[in-house]
């Protein structure tokens, strides 16, 4: 399923200029069958997580045109994330997102994250919609723009400085199958923590749009766990992170062999 590359200049969407705006869309194509899809290995080399980690790390799959944009650094939350998430489909999939987004620190136990019932106390906002509504939903709750093209089927929005992640606004289509909605909720939910960018070389990962995973994979598990260890901080380059990828991934593999 690849993606359609959008820019947006980011001071049509917020007050202030030195926000940065990333988008990440998942387009509506048919899944297929891949015989590394079924064969994911228990583990994989060290030099491929690492290779992983840059490629959704250091990038975005949306360009964006405003200066100073923290497109090739690290993108994380050091607040507390606080989700609120708002059913708008006929077919209501909200204790199915509750129920992954409440799984997250058991798998990222850097993670201070926690649901809130008032959308005025959430900095992460999930909206779940049917597909006819999901472009003015797009262009109401997200951009505020109205003219604005909305391509795909899911889409998550990151605002972030180099102090870290300002928000993010994920919308997601309930009523084209639960499978599809799974693998839109699993890689945008994850995608608006920070790890924005998709590439096609990643077999294991949900941030592929080739990919058939509808889950939180291992190989995922453990680019999360490297983002978010503390040693990683926002508005890092890789040329910053590279000295100290081996120590953050062996800690990464400590915490994802505890909970298989």
Same mark, same amino acid.
């Given at each position: 399923? #690849?993606t ?24 509506? +194509?048919?899944l ?25 790390? @250091?990038?975005?799959? !949306?360009?964006?045109l ?14 507390? !994330?606080?989700?609120w ?9 909200k ?24 959308r005025?106390?959430?900095n992460?906002? !999930? @909206? ?14 997200? @951009? ?20 870290? !992640?300002?928000?993010?606004?994920a ?13 839109? +909720? ?16 990643? +077999? ?31 508005? +890092? ?12 991934l ?6 994802v062999?505890?909970? #298989?």
């Open positions: 399923m #690849p359609r590359q959008i820019s947006y200049p980011l001071d049509r969407f917020v007050p202030d200029a030195s926000a940065f705006f990333f988008a990440c869309l998942l387009g509506l +194509m048919v297929f069958t891949t015989d590394v899809a079924q064969s994911a290995p228990a583990k994989y080399p060290d030099a491929l997580v690492a290779d992983g980690f840059y490629r959704t790390v @250091f990038g975005s799959e !949306i360009r964006a405003s200066w100073g944009s923290q497109t090739n650094r690290v993108k994380k939350y050091v607040t507390p !994330i606080k989700i998430i708002d059913n708008r489909s006929r077919i209501n999939r204790a199915l997102v509750r129920r992954f987004v409440s799984s997250l620190p058991l798998y990222i136990p850097a993670l201070q994250l926690s649901l809130v019932r008032n005025k106390d959430a992460f906002r !999930i @909206f779940i919609v049917d597909r006819e509504d999901y472009a003015s939903t797009v262009r109401r709750e997200i @951009f505020r723009n109205n003219s604005i093209d909305v391509p795909g089927q899911c889409i998550v929005r990151v605002l972030s400085r180099r102090s870290g !992640i300002l928000g993010s606004d919308v997601l289509v309930a009523n084209q199958g639960k499978n599809l909605f799974r693998r839109c +909720m699993v890689e945008e939910i994850l995608q608006g923590l920070g790890p924005v960018n998709d590439d096609d070389s990643l +077999m294991y990962s949900v941030f592929n749009d080739r990919s058939r995973f509808d889950h939180f994979t291992r190989f995922d598990r453990l680019i999360l766990n490297m983002l978010y260890n503390k040693r990683v901080k926002p508005g +890092m380059t890789r040329r910053q992170v590279e000295p100290i990828t081996m120590d953050i062996r800690d990464a593999k400590a915490i062999s505890r909970r #298989p």
